[in-house]
């Protein structure tokens, strides 16, 4: 079955220090896309990154960035130097292109509170 | 400006009495889908459209109906609201499955609260 596993539910890190949020994915497919998405207190949901299943290459973007390890399945996301705007929860997902009309598949989410 | 709007942001009903959530897309995309989000479980893809006049069920599509009549409008059909449908509602549309168009773009989300 496809499935996305965030387990840390929640972290709370003082601000600069660098904080990494874990993703862990099963999916069938040998194409797949894999995402991250930022929802701050306002509720929005704000696209950070998208990866294809044949790019392993690791992603900077400013403080952000992605580890994406396919031989463990996962795609954990670092945010180095952190800050209070970065303050949110954060969304692991997986692209399901035979189902669903290509449906997201969601993990539970981690809630990352960052303190002054 | 590229967006997915929905109406209204925010809505508290009673049991029972039907209710319709807006959504439109500006960006002439073929699918949309709508997702619910509740605590611990992430979001939830409720119903999904590939084109007008075609849709289907997602994962939780039980106490829901919409339509697809006009390619920009995905409206979410609630015809008697139950308390366990009180979420946080999510609009989403996204122009197809290749490659580089696999980008899926929310709306604002939708609080819903049934009493």
């Known amino acids: 079955a496809q499935k996305v596993t965030q387990a840390q539910t929640e972290i709370s890190v003082v601000e600069k220090e660098d904080v990494t949020l874990d993703c862990v994915y099963e999916t069938r497919d040998t194409t797949y896309y894999l995402f991250w998405y930022k929802q701050p207190p306002s509720g929005e949901l704000v696209f950070l990154i998208r990866?294809?299943?044949?790019?392993?290459q690791n992603e900077i973007s400013g403080r952000y960035s992605w580890n994406f390890q396919k031989s463990t399945s996962s795609f954990n996301f670092t945010i180095t130097a952190s800050q209070v705007v970065d303050s949110a929860v954060y969304f692991c997902?997986?692209?399901?292109?035979?189902?669903?009309?290509?449906?997201?598949?969601f993990g539970q989410g981690t809630e990352l509170s960052v303190k002054p | 400006e590229a967006q997915v709007t929905q109406n209204p942001r925010y809505l508290i009903t009673v049991t029972g009495k039907k209710l319709t959530v807006t959504c439109s897309q500006n960006?002439?995309?073929?699918?949309m889908s709508w997702y619910r989000q509740d605590p611990g479980l992430g979001l939830r893809q409720i119903y999904y459209s590939m084109n007008v006049e075609v849709t289907d069920k997602g994962d939780v599509p039980e106490g829901y109906k919409v339509s697809r009549k006009e390619k920009r409008n995905f409206p979410l059909i609630l015809e008697s609201p139950s308390p366990n449908q009180t979420s946080l509602y999510f609009c989403a549309s996204r122009w197809g499955l290749a490659a580089s168009t696999d980008t899926q773009y929310f709306g604002p989300g939708t609080r819903l609260t049934v009493l």
């Open positions: 960006m002439n995309h073929e699918y």
């Open positions: 997902a997986l692209s399901d292109l035979y189902k669903g009309g290509g449906k997201l598949i």
């Open positions: 990866r294809n299943s044949f790019d392993e």
